[in-house]
Nanobody, 115 residues
Framework: QVQLVESGGGLVQAGGSLRLSCAASGSILRSNIMGWYRQAPGKQRDLVAR???????THADSVRGRFTISRDNAKNTVYLQMNSLKPDDTGVYYC?????????WGKGTLVTVSS
């Protein structure tokens, strides 16, 4: 089993920044993909960014140039640096880890961007 714990969410004004962290623990396979998804109120959960254990990254078009995903493999932790935040970025941000051992989700951290 793998456990994921997100942190770093909160309330921020438009134009501000936040840094999310997600720490993974448990039986983690070395080859994996960690990602961030967000779910706005009344909407589906969408991919924000993902990064594999080799460091290859993908960012959604809506956040490219503003958000940056990174990871520390030694700490089994993935980060999401969010700059130039917009009210549309509001939602619950979930961390995900995918590997041959399964697909695991954290409980989410709320990000609220006020206009």
């Amino acid at each position: 089993q793998v456990q994921l714990v997100e942190s770093g969410g909160g309330l921020v004004q438009a134009g501000g920044s936040l840094r999310l962290s997600c720490a993974a623990s448990g039986s983690i396979l070395r080859s994996n993909i960690m990602g961030w998804y967000r779910q706005a109120p009344g909407k589906q959960r969408d991919l924000v960014a993902r990064i594999n254990s080799g460091g290859s990254k993908t960012h959604a078009d809506s956040v490219r140039g503003r958000f940056t995903i990174s990871r520390d493999n030694a700490k089994n932790t993935v980060y999401l640096q969010m700059n130039s935040l917009k009210p549309d970025d509001t939602g619950v941000y979930y961390c995900d880890l995918e590997s041959a051992g399964g697909d695991y989700w954290g409980k989410g951290t709320l990000v609220t961007v006020s206009s």
